[in-house]
T-cell receptor, first 115, second 116 residues
Framework: KNQVEQSPQSLIILEGKNCTLQ??????????LRWYKQDTGRGPVSLTIMTFSENTKSNGRYTATLDADTKQSSLHITASQLSDSASYICVVSPISSGSARQLTFGSGTQLTVLP | NAGVTQTPKFQVLKTGQSMTLQCAQD?????MYWYRQDPGMGLRLIYYSASEGTTDKGEVPNGYNVSRLNKREFSLRLESAAPSQTSVYFCASSRDIGGGALETQYFGPGTRLLVL
């Protein structure tokens, strides 16, 4: 069964510090990996998308990396802000027709940024 | 341009009652989805509609029905609510169902449902 495991479950950091969130997956064959940000009480919003051939993708202070050999991805947040407090969800898509209906979602890492 | 909208935002039901969750998108997307999100678990697909006029079951369809009313609207119905259906429900849309393509899903704000 395809699985996506995220760590840590929760993380607390001080404003201005950097942090890295981890995602391990077993989806195979693998097409692409997304990171979503979900603010409390809101729906998820896409941050980055990487295909299996990409190693890194940035979106402002967010940088995602991918190692397709070890089936690991990380999301690095630089110079954190209070508005970064949210759940960060890793989502993996298989190679198949209609893959958008076969996404595997991680349970998320809850990040809290304190002043 | 509102993106994906959902109504209601909150709902409390008694066991056995029925209700319909409404979803609409204004991005001219072909594909729409209903997910549920439970504490400690990833989002799980209930039903999806690859295109107007088609609907299919996802991972957890039992106890639910859907209607793709037109290209914009996709509703989710609980015929006889059970406490196990207490959850947050998200509607999403994408340009297409994909096929290895980089199809990003856009999510609505969610409906918080409590079944007593």
């Amino acid at each position: 069964k395809n699985q996506v495991e995220q760590s840590p479950q929760s993380l607390i950091i001080l404003e201005g510090k950097n942090c890295t969130l981890q995602c391990n997956y077993t989806v195979s064959p693998f097409s692409n990996l997304r990171w979503y940000k979900q603010d409390t009480g809101r729906g998820p919003v896409s941050l980055t998308i990487m295909t299996f051939s990409e190693n890194t993708k940035s979106n402002g202070r967010y940088t995602a990396t991918l190692d397709a050999d070890t089936k690991q991805s990380s999301l690095h947040i630089t110079a954190s802000q209070l508005s970064d407090s949210a759940s960060y969800i890793c989502v993996v898509s298989p190679i198949s027709s209609g893959s958008a209906r076969q996404l595997t979602f991680g349970s998320g890492t809850q990040l809290t940024v304190l002043p | 341009n509102a993106g994906v909208t959902q109504t209601p935002k909150f709902q409390v039901l008694k066991t056995g009652q029925s209700m319909t969750l409404q979803c609409a998108q204004d991005m001219n997307h072909n594909s729409m989805y209903w997910y549920r999100q439970d504490p400690g678990m990833g989002l799980r697909l209930i039903y999806y509609s690859a295109s107007e006029g088609t609907t299919d079951k996802g991972e957890v369809p039992n106890g639910y029905n859907v209607s793709r009313l037109n290209k914009r609207e996709f509703s989710l119905r609980l015929e006889s609510a059970a406490p196990s259906q207490t959850s947050v429900y998200f509607c999403a849309s994408s340009r297409d169902i994909g096929g290895g393509a980089l199809e990003t899903q856009y999510f609505g704000p969610g409906t918080r449902l409590l079944v007593l």
